[in-house]
């Protein structure tokens, strides 16, 4: 079975500092992993995903995210965090040789930034 | 290009009640997906179509819960009747097949927030 793994509920960050939120997955076989948004009363925007190659992939809105193998995580990150990142952020993956499979969302990480 | 519509976009029904809530994807996009969103959890996937076909509704709780998708394009999910528990978001999203498959992106509709009293 796969599963995704947000471990911080919230994490806190000052405005134009640089921000990581945390993402492990487990999943049989090479992982798809992806990224989204959620703003209030609004439904999930996608950031960016994994689906092979580099391991650093660039997404929306400066977001970035490393995909480490040996660590099995995909962690979301921004150089220079704004106000308006503030939102709810949920990590997802989907297994790649096991036909298809349903993405699979962790519980979701709110980024708090603060003036 | 317009993205996914949802609508109502909040419902209040009291328990037992009927309820249906209605999605239109994105142009195009052949797989539509309902999701259940509880309040501080991530989304959970109730059914997913193939055009007008259901190939994944194992996650639906057919006892109480329908959806229909007769023309393969916009979407109906239905509840009858409604106990407090169904009280969540109910996400709708769709993508195309043609964006590589299993690696198809998918986007998501605002939601419809059902409150069950």
């Not at chain 1, 996608?46 to 689906?51: E, M, Q, R, S």
């Not at chain 1, 099995?72 to 220079?80: A, C, G, M, V």
């Not at chain 2, 393969?72 to 590589?100: H, M, N, R, W």
Request: with cysteine; proline share 6%; net charge neutral.
């Amino acid at each position: 079975a796969q599963s995704v793994a947000q471990p911080e509920d919230q994490v806190n960050v000052a405005e134009g500092n640089p921000l990581t939120v945390k993402c492990t997955y487990s999943v049989s076989g090479n992982p798809y992993l992806f990224w989204y948004v959620q703003y209030p009363n609004r439904g999930l925007q996608f950031l960016l995903k994994y689906i092979t190659g580099d391991n650093l992939v660039k997404g929306s809105y400066g977001f970035e995210a490393e995909f480490n193998k040996s660590q099995t995580s995909f962690h979301l990150k921004k150089p220079s965090a704004l106000v308006s990142d503030s939102a709810l952020y949920f990590c997802a993956v989907r297994a790649f040789n096991t036909g298809f499979q349903k993405l699979v969302f962790g519980t979701g990480t709110r980024l708090l930034v603060s003036p | 290009e317009a993205g996914v519509v949802q609508s109502p976009r909040y419902k209040i029904i009291e328990k037992k009640q009927p309820v249906a809530f209605w999605c239109n994807p994105i142009s195009g996009h052949n797989t539509l997906y309902w999701y259940l969103q509880n309040l501080g959890q991530g989304p959970e996937l109730l059914i997913r179509y193939e055009n007008e076909e259901a190939v994944d509704d194992s996650q639906l709780p057919k006892d109480r819960f329908s959806a229909e998708r007769l023309k393969g394009v916009d979407s109906t999910l239905k509840i009858q009747p409604a106990e407090l528990g169904d009280s969540a978001v109910y996400l709708c999203a769709s993508s195309s097949p043609f964006a590589g498959g299993m690696t198809d992106t998918q986007y998501f509709g605002p939601g419809t927030r059902l409150t069950v009293l």
